[in-house]
Structure formats: C-alpha cells, structure tokens
C-alpha cells in the first residue's frame, strides 16, 4: 500500500489517496501500450524487449503474437480494428478481427519513418501519431541509420492516405505520449526528452495551431520517471508518466496530484466493465488501480453498451427504505431489512498485528478469539455481498509511522504499540490480514487512535455518499468497535453490529461489549442474517 500525493484537493475526486495499487502480472522485460478491449474485456500490452504481445483477461496473463515488431502504443478505432505502433518495422498498422493487415503509415516525403511510438483517434476517423526514433535504438526496437532528419507528430486522414505533419520538424526532440481533450478541441503531446507537455488547439481541418507549453519541469533528481505514455480523463484532467508514477494536471496546467506506482511507468489506459480501472504498464509488471474518474470517450469505447458516460455530479442519496428500529438499539429481529444504497461496511484494524499469529499483539489472545469466532471468514463474506449489493465498502486501519510519532502514551494499549513497534507503516504487521484486502472501489482510512473518527475523514466520506447506516466489524471489540459504534451513534448514523464478524482479546470481554456497551447504541446481528437484510 501506497499514500497518493494530493496538491490539491480536487485530485482526491479522482482517486482515493489510498487506492491500491495491485500487480495484475509481472515478470516481463519492459511493458507498453496498454488498451482495453469493450467488448472482450481483455487487456493487450507489449513486453517490447521480449518482442511479444499479451493478453490479460479473466483467466489470466497469456501470449496474443509473437513475434510482434516489437510493438509499442496500440489503440482501437471505432470499428474495434487494432491500431499499433510498430518499433521493429517503422510503420503504424490496422489489424482487423479477420487477420488481416493494412499499413496505415510508413514513410514520409519518400524517407522511412523513425518509428511510431504512440497513437490516438479522433471521433472523424482521423488517427494521430507521435514518430520518436527510440524504435531503432538496441532492446526496444532494431539498431538501424535514420532516413529521417527530424522527430514529428503526424495525422493519418479518416480514409487514409499518405502521413501529414502536423508540428514544425524541429519543434520536438523526442515526442511520445498523445491524447485529445474530451471536446478534441485540443491534442496534448509530449516531449520525453525536454520533461514538458504542449497542447494545441486542433482546427476545422484536422490540423494543429496555437502551440503551448502546458506542463514543464516533469522530472525529479531523486525518482526515476519521465513523460512517456498519456491519456486525458472525462473531466479534461491530464494523466501523464513522471516520476514516481503518473502525474495528474488539472485542465488549466495546475499539477494536482501524483499517482505512486512501485516501479518505472510507461504507459496507461482505463478498462474493466464501468471504465474506473486504470491499468498501468510499469517496466516489468502491469499494475490496475481503481480510480473514480472515467477516460475521456475514445470512439473504441463507444462501442460497448458500457460506453464511459459523460462526467456528470454524483447522484442524490438514495430515499429511506429501511426498516431498522431507528430509535433504541436493540437486537435485531427476524426478517429485518437494510436498504444497501444508505449502508457503509467498515472492516477495523484487522490488521497482522493485531489478529494473526506472530503479530505484535498475538499474547493478548486477540488472533486465538479471531479464530474462535471465524471473524476473517465471516466479515469477508460480509464484504463480497456488500460490494454485490452496491454497500460502500471502508478498510479502517491504525497506522504509525517509525517511533509512533503523534501516539501519545497516556494509555496501555497505546504503550505497548509504543515498545512493540507495531503496525508501522510499510511492515508486514500494518498490512491487511490475507482475505481483507482492499478491492477496486473500496476505500482506506487511517487512524491512530481507537475510534474510526478522531482525526479522520470518516464522517465526511459517509455523508459525501450519503450513507447513513454503518455497518462495523473488525478487531478489538470492547476497544476500537465499541468506540466506533457509541461516536458513530452520537453523530447520528445507525449502527449495525454483526457480532460473528468481531473479535477481541478473549470471549469474556466480547461477551460484555456486545451485551452491555454496543447494544445501548447499536442494533447486534450475525453475518448470515445481514447478508439477507441487504437483499
């Protein structure tokens, strides 16, 4: 897990500052241009080096071509015929469903290309393309002389015909990454070799004016990383590869916000069914990252019925349906019911140190009662038929930095986290215990005291989605659930407990926080029978 960088607050519209950041494969040389099919659902990328295209769908990572041309950006065009950029051959192709293939470009003015590296289609049929020379360079392509003196940017007309250029010839020293604005009113490119980004106003015809610096500076001496790979979201928010990962700019060129990432980033693109997971080519792996925002509307994509819609506000909360006693808390009855558009799962401090064996906290007895009442299992079913059901789905988690700076001794619990040096971030003993890590559209909330409130933005999160019923499992019954519960119900959200889904130090001090402290503000009830009320 990761912290996201937020410079401003806008960016944590975009993606949760704590959004994981999962490896969907690894073990290749170097990957590349990613794009998601709408309708197969599947995902293509190059492994340049290794000279083969893959494929990642739900049955996993597999071989698509070998040998590829080394190939680098590919993208779809509106009839879902594969567009690519090819290293080894200096040429841009259309490769139809059938097999069949159609260069699109490969020489201009009688010379050779460099090599297309990146590529995007206009709603016209018009395709763009960068022509860096790093295609005739040794790993990523074929060592050869360049016929070409320059590096451009080209325009492929709808019904093809020989490459236009598009940019003064000594404009770029090496241009890449390349996207239209969600109006294509503007094309942004990048320049991998000058740290910077223009964008240019694109004309009646087609053609570019108007040329601008719209980002600079886009290089650290501290973190490998540089513009390469590009794309634009539905709001008009840049997404570029920098250092570190991937550099978010508002549309007025404001830098908002970075998107870490584990290793070098070349490259990115959304997919999955509702267009909210970014999958990240990154040197020797591909990483997908859930993401609130969708891409701008490529014309590929609007050919799934699943097409990105346009950015729009959130809707309104969803009216009362149901039917939980809303004054004192009780037990629940048979045949209660939960309207799962108004309810919120928070899975607490189930944490390895504080529920696994070899955990800082193992002497208490905290992993030996988790396992008594089957807590993991239960509350990860819990979640998979919350998430089924549309249910907001917040992993709360108590995280310190190195020395427990902020964490004040003036309690046991408190001290003994002190002298274990437990739940640091970045250790074994802060993650997630296995079966409860965070999922595509779940949320992460940090804490470092005992209740899910103080001093996070816990509350702002429930009202923003309008989530007025918060369901809470997780470790420490007597301690961070009771907490939780009793502020969450003086704040004037109705608490739910499933009591199978909690553990504590022993059964005697569960017992007594569910009978005595969580049912004077809370309404106790079992996994099963929750599962069922959310129905």
């Known amino acids: 897990m990761t912290t996201h960088i937020a410079l401003r607050p806008s960016f944590a519209d975009l993606i949760d500052l704590w959004a994981p950041v999962r490896q969907a494969g690894t073990g290749f040389q170097f990957t590349e241009g990613p794009v998601w099919h709408p309708k197969a659902h599947d995902l293509l990328f190059s492994d340049m080096p290794g000279?083969?295209?893959?494929?990642?769908?739900?049955?996993?990572?597999?071989?698509?071509?070998?040998?590829?041309?080394?190939?680098?950006?590919?993208?779809?065009?509106?009839?879902?015929?594969?567009?690519?950029?090819?290293?080894?051959?200096?040429?841009?192709?259309r490769e139809r469903p059938d097999g069949r293939r159609e260069i699109l470009a490969s020489h201009f003015d009688g010379l050779e290309l460099n090599s297309p590296n990146d590529v995007c289609v206009k709603s016209d049929g018009a395709i763009y393309f960068s022509?860096?020379?790093?295609?005739?360079?040794p790993v990523y392509g074929v060592e050869r002389p360049r016929q070409l003196g320059f590096q451009g940017v080209y325009r492929v007309p709808p019904r093809g015909g020989e490459p236009q250029l598009l940019v003064d010839r000594y404009l770029f020293d090496q241009p890449n990454g390349l996207c239209f604005s969600p109006d294509e009113q503007r094309l942004y490119v990048n320049?991998?070799?000058k740290h910077l980004i223009r964008v240019f106003d694109v004309d009646a015809g087609g053609g570019l004016g108007n040329g601008r610096v719209f980002a600079s500076n886009i290089v650290s001496a501290t973190e490998p990383g540089v513009p390469d790979g590009m794309k634009c979201d539905a709001l008009g928010n840049v997404w570029v590869s920098a250092p570190g990962g991937i550099w978010v700019y508002a549309p007025d060129g404001r830098l908002i916000g970075k998107l870490r990432v584990p290793e070098l980033v070349s490259n990115l693109t959304w997919g999955g069914p509702d267009w909210?997971?970014?999958?990240?080519?990154?040197?020797?792996?591909?990483?997908?990252?859930?993401v609130?925002?969708?891409?701008?509307?490529?014309?590929?994509?609007r050919a799934s019925q699943n097409a990105p819609a346009a950015a729009r506000p959130a809707p309104a909360p969803v009216a009362p349906v149901a039917t939980v006693n809303r004054s004192a808390a009780q037990l629940a009855e048979p045949g209660y019911a939960v309207d799962p558009m108004r309810c919120a799962l928070i899975i607490q401090d189930m944490q390895n140190d504080v529920v696994m064996d070899g955990g800082a906290f193992e002497s208490s007895g905290s992993p030996a009662h988790c396992r008594e009442q089957n807590a993991i299992a239960n509350a990860k079913r819990l979640a998979e038929a919350a998430r089924a059901r549309g249910v907001m789905v917040i992993h709360v988690w108590f995280v310190v930095e190195p020395g427990a700076p902020g964490v004040t001794a003036n309690a046991p619990l408190f001290e003994g986290l002190i002298d274990a040096k437990a739940l640091v971030?970045?250790?074994?003993?802060?993650?997630?215990?296995?079966?409860?890590e965070p999922h595509a559209g779940d949320q992460v909330v940090e804490k470092m005291r005992m209740s899910a409130w103080e001093g996070t933005r816990l509350e702002a999160?429930?009202?923003?989605?309008?989530?007025d019923f918060v369901i809470v499992t997780g470790a420490w019954t007597n301690m961070s659930i009771e907490h939780t519960a009793r502020t969450g119900a003086d704040k004037g959200f109705y608490m739910i407990v499933p009591e199978d889904c909690c553990s504590t130090m022993n059964a005697e001090w569960h017992i007594a926080a569910v009978n005595y402290a969580i049912q004077n503000v809370a309404m106790v009830t079992r996994a099963d029978d929750l599962i069922a009320a959310l129905s």
């Not at 022509?131 to 360079?137: A, H």
């Not at 969708?294 to 014309?299: A, I, K, Q, T």
Request: with cysteine; hydrophobic share 35%.
């Open 191 to 193: 320049d991998t070799v």
């Open 425 to 436: 971030r970045g250790t074994w003993g802060a993650a997630p215990v296995p079966g409860l």
């Open 276 to 290: 909210r997971t970014l999958y990240i080519t990154a040197t020797h792996s591909v990483y997908a990252v859930p």
């Open 292 to 301: 609130k925002v969708g891409p701008r509307n490529e014309p590929y994509m």
């Open 461 to 467: 999160m429930l009202k923003a989605a309008g989530r």
């Open 51 to 93: 000279d083969v295209r893959r494929r990642l769908d739900g049955q996993g990572i597999r071989e698509a071509m070998r040998p590829a041309n080394k190939c680098n950006g590919m993208t779809y065009d509106a009839g879902l015929n594969l567009i690519v950029c090819e290293h080894a051959t200096s040429t841009l192709v």
């Open 131 to 137: 022509d860096p020379w790093y295609g005739r360079m």
